[in-house]
């Protein structure tokens, strides 16, 4: 069943954001828990050597299955369309990060809290203010709970501006995902414990027809040992599955018994009998 309504949908175009609790949990939410801290390192692992600035980024794609489906999943791809008014989407892939004490979120950004949307590094276009389909749109989610002073994301209801006065922590449980276009204004926050770290893992989709859009790429991950965990989760997709990580649909004159041969070789699991109506 759907964690996604039109009531999300409503939400989200008059605030900016919304915020679904729960959107991982169960034995699926412990299984994405334990592949995360086998890609990002916790405080004690670091703490005596930490990162300069006391932030990691990882790019995608993680070498990390059960990290992979979940950008595909279909409620999130029908909502995405819905927003982006299409059902032609592309995966406009994300990152994970991991922010640990002593990390400064301010001073990048419109004022010293660091305020700002992510179109700049997202898009070649500047922001459009009637047409929210150019904007993209991101499922920022958090496997482990996020406390006031663990650095939490701080988003802006559109009815405020740039009135940092009037932002919303993203304190939550785990699982918690927040979903938001990149023309909501947000900024990070200083971490003030002295232990843990807070955890981010997202995913983010765009129109197909913008190419003028995109985070990080993934086109040149079609080869490479180190890329075989991509390979194989490409491999266990449907046909319809792959368009959003820009493969050609079914039917595309690409599609011939030298090809499909390869293609089964290059990525295994493909079933390339989708491919040959």
């Known amino acids: 069943m759907s964690k996604l309504t039109d009531d999300h949908l409503q939400e989200l175009e008059v605030q900016g954001f919304v915020i679904v609790p729960d959107f991982f ?8 828990q334990e592949a995360q801290r086998r890609v990002l390192q916790t405080w004690e692992q670091v703490k005596d050597n930490p990162p300069p600035g006391r932030a990691v980024l990882r790019d995608f794609p993680v070498p990390e299955m059960v990290l992979l489906k979940p950008t595909v999943r279909q409620d999130a791809v029908e909502f995405a369309g819905k927003w982006l008014k299409t059902d032609k989407i592309h995966a406009r892939v994300g990152c994970m990060i991991a922010r640990y004490p002593g990390f400064k979120g301010g001073g990048t950004g419109y004022d010293d809290s660091g305020l700002h949307i992510d179109n700049g590094n997202n898009s070649l276009l500047p922001e459009s203010k ?50 938001f276009p990149r023309y909501t204004w947000h900024s990070a926050s200083d971490y003030l414990r002295e232990d843990g770290q807070r955890f981010t893992w997202g995913f983010s989709f765009g129109r197909a027809d913008h190419y003028w859009e995109g985070f990080k790429h993934f086109t040149d991950k079609g080869a490479g040992k180190q890329y075989e965990v991509f390979h194989q989760f490409v491999g266990s997709l449907t046909a319809k599955q792959r368009e959003i990580y820009r493969f050609p649909p079914a039917g595309h004159p690409y599609y011939t018994p030298e090809t499909l041969a390869l293609l089964e070789k290059q990525y295994p699991g493909w079933d390339s009998s989708e491919y040959l109506h």
């Open 130 to 179: 009637d047409l929210r389909e150019f904007g993209q749109i991101g499922f920022w989610t958090h496997l482990e709970d996020v406390d006031i002073d663990q650095a939490p994301l701080r988003l802006i209801p559109k009815a405020y501006g740039k009135d940092m006065t009037k932002a919303v922590p993203l304190v939550c449980k785990a699982g918690t995902t927040c979903i």
């Open 25 to 32: 949990e169960g034995e699926q939410l412990r299984e994405m």
